[in-house]
């Protein structure tokens, strides 16, 4: 068994869920499990193979929706689109926030 490569960047995308019943909030509605697919799409395009795409349960930020938060730099991003990700990754390779979208540092 190999050594587990630990990612440079680990991305948190909100899917709304809950942990009675299936995902409801806004972030749901406003497809955000479109774009963790776009997200992963752009990862591999970029060649970023060191950075990790999660799924959340709810982030309780519905009003901020789509969130999305990278770890470990702590970058809460609101109101996320696929112009937003594209925008949040040139940043991300730069070593810095996507400062437009962020809404917490």
């Known amino acids: 068994m190999g050594k587990l490569q630990k990612p440079k960047h680990h991305i948190f995308v909100c899917a709304s869920f809950r942990t009675k019943g299936e995902a409801q909030g806004i972030c749901n509605r406003k497809n955000s499990t479109s774009l963790i697919q776009y997200l992963e799409s752009e990862l591999v395009d970029r060649g ?58």
């Not at 609101?78 to 990754?89: P, S």
Request: hydrophobic share 40%; charged share 30%.
């Open 48 to 105: 970023l193979d060191d950075v990790l795409v999660s799924s959340t349960g709810c982030m309780k930020l519905c009003d901020r929706g789509p969130v999305m938060m990278i770890y470990p730099d702590n970058y809460w991003y609101g109101e996320v689109d696929e112009e937003a990700i594209d925008e949040i990754l040139d940043a991300l390779e730069e070593g810095q926030p996507a400062k437009e979208y962020l809404f917490a540092d």
